[in-house]
C-alpha cells in the first residue's frame, strides 16, 4: 500500500524541483525527505528518481505516480469537506493568505460577516505575496488565499490548486500635475472609467491605450520588488509602450507609492483597490489592463463549510465598483 503522506512529498518534489526545497517547505530535514523517497520506492517496486548531476529528477514511473497522487490527494481534501460538513459544519481554525490592498479593502467586512454567521470559525489572516501562496496551501499553511493576476500577465494555477473568481479592478497611472510636457492630464477617480476606456461622467475623452505611458518614459518611476507580479505588469505595460522604465524607488504598498508620487519622486502603475484615495496632487488615468482576484485553495477543498463560508462572506464583501463574481467559476 502507498503512503499518501510520501505521495505528497513526491508530487512536491515534481513542483519544486529539489529535495532541498522540499524539505525546507516542509520542515523535513533533507535526509528524511530523502528516505521517505526511497522508502516510496520500495513500496512501489519501481524507480522513481533518477540522478541528474547533483540533483534528482523523477523517472517516467515517478512521473505517472505524481498524476494519481494529485487525484488521491484531491478526494482526500473532498473527503475531509465532507467529513466537516457532517460534524460541526463551519468551525475551528481557518487561516487565510491576502495580500495587502485586498487585507485592507476586502477582507476586514469579510471577517466581520464570518463573525456573525460562523462565530465557532477562528479565521487568521496573514499577508501573502500571490507568488508564494501555491506553496503555502500545498504544504498546509494556509487553507484559502487570495491571489490576483493581470491580463497582460496571466499566471495559471499550479497542480494541486483550484480557484474560484472575485472581481476585477481597472489599472491607473499614478502621475503628479503637471505632465512631463508641461500639460495638464485628462484622469478621474477609480471607478469614473469604463472598460473600453470611455468616460461614464461625461467630461469628454482619455487618452486611449498606452500612449500615456510613453509620455513619461523619461520619468523616474517607482515599483514593486523584484519577483512580485505588480512589478512585471508595469515592466509589462511599460514595453508594451515602447520603453524601459529607469526605476528609482521600490515601494510596495500603495498607500506609500502614491505619497511618493505625490511629492513629485515618479510616476506608478497602481490597481484600483490601491488608489481609492489618492492625496492631493495626484492624477490617475485609467490604462487598459485588469487586474483579477481569485480565491484559491487545494484541489478539492472548495465544499469545505469553512471554505464555503468565507468564499459566500468575500463574495459579499467586494467593494462596489468593481467587477464582482456572484457564484462559482464567475458568470
Do not use: K
Amino acid at each position: 500500500m502507498l503512503d499518501v503522506r510520501r505521495l505528497r512529498l513526491l508530487r512536491e518534489l515534481a513542483l519544486r524541483g529539489t529535495i532541498a526545497a522540499v524539505a525546507e517547505a516542509l520542515s523535513f530535514t533533507p535526509s528524511a525527505v530523502s528516505q521517505q523517497l526511497a522508502t516510496l520506492e520500495r513500496e512501489a517496486g519501481v524507480a522513481l528518481l533518477e540522478r541528474s548531476g547533483r540533483g534528482v529528477r523523477l523517472t517516467p514511473a515517478g512521473q505517472n505516480l505524481v498524476r494519481h497522487a494529485e487525484a488521491v490527494l484531491e478526494r482526500l481534501e473532498q473527503a475531509a469537506a465532507e467529513l466537516a460538513e457532517a460534524r460541526h459544519g463551519p468551525a475551528g481554525p481557518l487561516r487565510i493568505g491576502a495580500f495587502p490592498t485586498a487585507s485592507r479593502a476586502i477582507v476586514p467586512e469579510a471577517l466581520v460577516r464570518l463573525a456573525v454567521r460562523h462565530p465557532a470559525l477562528e479565521p487568521m489572516v496573514s499577508e501573502t505575496d500571490p507568488a508564494a501562496v501555491a506553496h503555502a496551501l500545498r504544504a498546509g499553511d494556509l487553507d484559502v488565499a487570495l491571489i490576483h493576476d493581470y491580463d497582460l500577465v496571466p499566471s495559471p494555477l499550479e497542480p494541486g490548486l483550484a480557484a474560484e473568481e472575485l472581481c476585477e479592478e481597472e489599472m491607473y497611472l499614478a502621475s503628479a500635475a503637471p505632465g512631463p510636457d508641461g500639460q495638464e492630464r485628462q484622469s478621474v477617480h477609480p471607478g469614473g472609467l469604463g472598460r473600453q476606456g470611455e468616460r461614464l461622467d461625461g467630461q469628454g475623452p482619455r487618452l486611449d491605450g498606452l500612449e500615456v505611458l510613453a509620455r513619461w518614459r523619461d520619468a523616474p518611476w517607482i515599483m514593486p520588488g523584484p519577483d512580485t507580479l505588480c512589478r512585471a505588469v508595469t515592466e509589462q505595460v511599460c514595453r508594451a509602450a515602447g520603453f524601459v522604465p529607469r526605476v528609482r524607488h521600490q515601494v510596495d504598498e500603495f498607500a506609500t507609492v502614491l505619497a511618493f508620487v505625490a511629492a513629485g519622486q515618479g510616476v506608478a502603475v497602481v490597481p484600483q483597490l490601491g488608489a481609492a484615495d489618492p492625496p492631493p496632487g495626484v492624477r490617475l488615468t485609467a490604462l487598459p489592463v485588469i487586474r483579477r482576484t481569485r480565491i484559491a485553495f487545494r484541489s478539492g477543498a472548495g465544499p469545505h463549510p469553512a471554505v464555503a463560508a468565507l468564499t459566500r462572506a468575500l463574495r459579499e464583501s467586494v467593494p462596489e465598483g468593481l467587477g464582482g463574481r456572484s457564484g462559482p467559476g464567475g458568470a
